[in-house]
């Protein structure tokens, strides 16, 4: 009684400080422990970050599965505090993951290293369907990263991986420091449609995917499954000329933009067969911006439109 009459102030702070722990209980312990592991860590100038891994781990929800194609997650680790300021050494790390049993969680390795003088490395999750699923199921994957070398530190994020039954989706796989950007597209129409009359086919008759094999190369140009169209600033991103869907693009699709006396392209058109996906990629011209979508940002750096044979 006597130390709470001398230190009233500072039992009235150990009180409120003894509530709030009891009532948020070992989350907020837990967050704590984390702040003071890191800022130790940080003090011997050892630096394990990510753009989507966090200490406190993290939470994603996404609904742009469509439950029937592998789905790609990359995750990507660095050594940096920030542009100025990197670990000087090269950092061995472990890798995890855990998810339910109707899905595969496939790691594209279990282990990695982050050199110095790179400064980043990335793994990638595909999440592999073992069941039926249906609009409104949905996933839960939890991957952890943890530094072995030279300190100890644990990164990890969750993500709810929701279906949505659309016909079509997108996504970008990047990381920072990476030099192109990947955009995938997937078309799960698994018919055609007639846009041009010819033969005994009238305007907007559907045909099977077997139907179509069976036409000529010239009576197939008549027709189409998706007709995708991706248009994108050459201010941010190059298109990779050799992309085979740029190269078979549809007659006069394709636009340009004129910076420094020079035409680049910053959009086109192509058609995608039934039950099909598409890579398109795009050199950077900034390598350490993350184009990731749409786990790590809202919007997609690529404008993705497109008319389906529904």
């Given at each position: 009684m006597?130390?709470v009459?001398?230190?009233?102030?500072?039992?009235i702070i150990?009180l409120?400080?003894?509530?709030?722990?009891l009532?948020?209980?070992?989350?907020f312990?837990?967050y704590?422990?984390?702040?003071?592991?890191?800022h130790i860590l940080?003090s011997?100038e050892?630096y394990?970050?990510?753009?989507?891994?966090d200490m406190?781990?993290r939470?994603?929800?996404?609904n742009n599965?469509?439950?029937v194609?592998?789905?790609?997650?990359?995750?990507?680790?660095?050594n940096q505090?920030?542009?100025?300021?990197n670990?000087?050494?090269?950092?061995?790390?472990d890798?995890e993951v855990?998810?339910?049993?109707?899905v595969e969680?496939?790691?594209?390795?279990t282990?990695g290293?982050?050199?110095?003088?790179a400064?980043?490395?990335?793994?990638q999750?595909?999440?592999?369907?073992?069941?039926?699923?249906?609009?409104?199921?949905?996933?839960e994957?939890?991957?952890?990263a943890?530094?072995t070398?030279?300190?100890?530190k644990s990164?990890?994020?969750t993500?709810?991986i929701?279906i949505e039954?659309?016909?079509?989706?997108?996504?970008?796989e990047d990381?920072?420091n990476?030099?192109?950007?990947?955009?995938?597209?997937?078309?799960?129409?698994?018919?055609?449609?007639?846009e041009?009359?010819?033969?005994n086919?009238q305007?907007?008759d559907?045909?099977?995917q077997?139907?179509y094999?069976q036409?000529?190369p010239?009576?197939?140009?008549n027709?189409?499954s998706a007709?995708v169209?991706v248009?994108?600033s050459p201010?941010?991103?190059?298109?990779d000329?050799t992309n085979s869907?740029?190269l078979?693009r549809?007659?006069n699709s394709?636009?340009?933009?004129k910076?420094?006396?020079?035409?680049?392209?910053?959009k086109?058109s192509?058609?995608m067969?039934a039950?099909?996906?598409?890579?398109?990629?795009f050199?950077?011209?900034?390598?350490?911006?993350?184009?990731?979508?749409?786990?790590?940002?809202?919007?997609?750096?690529?404008?993705?439109t497109v008319?389906t044979a529904e």
């Amino acid at each position: 009684m006597d130390f709470v009459r001398k230190h009233k102030k500072l039992s009235i702070i150990i009180l409120f400080i003894t509530i709030f722990l009891l009532f948020f209980g070992t989350t907020f312990a837990r967050y704590i422990y984390n702040v003071i592991h890191n800022h130790i860590l940080e003090s011997r100038e050892f630096y394990f970050n990510s753009t989507v891994l966090d200490m406190n781990g993290r939470q994603y929800r996404i609904n742009n599965w469509d439950g029937v194609n592998n789905y790609v997650l990359t995750i990507d680790v660095n050594n940096q505090k920030n542009t100025l300021t990197n670990t000087k050494s090269d950092i061995s790390y472990d890798i995890e993951v855990s998810c339910p049993e109707n899905v595969e969680c496939r790691l594209s390795k279990t282990e990695g290293i982050i050199y110095q003088e790179a400064g980043t490395d990335s793994y990638q999750i595909t999440v592999i369907p073992q069941e039926e699923f249906y609009e409104g199921d949905e996933v839960e994957v939890t991957t952890t990263a943890t530094s072995t070398s030279p300190y100890v530190k644990s990164l990890s994020a969750t993500y709810f991986i929701g279906i949505e039954t659309s016909n079509f989706t997108y996504n970008i796989e990047d990381a920072v420091n990476n030099k192109f950007i990947t955009l995938n597209l997937t078309n799960s129409l698994t018919y055609y449609k007639v846009e041009t009359a010819f033969g005994n086919y009238q305007e907007g008759d559907r045909l099977s995917q077997e139907e179509y094999q069976q036409l000529t190369p010239e009576e197939q140009e008549n027709c189409f499954s998706a007709k995708v169209t991706v248009s994108f600033s050459p201010k941010e991103l190059y298109l990779d000329m050799t992309n085979s869907n740029y190269l078979n693009r549809i007659s006069n699709s394709e636009q340009t933009e004129k910076i420094n006396n020079f035409n680049y392209v910053n959009k086109f058109s192509f058609k995608m067969n039934a039950s099909s996906s598409e890579k398109v990629l795009f050199y950077k011209a900034d390598p350490t911006k993350n184009y990731t979508y749409p786990i790590t940002n809202a919007n997609s750096i690529v404008t993705v439109t497109v008319e389906t044979a529904e």
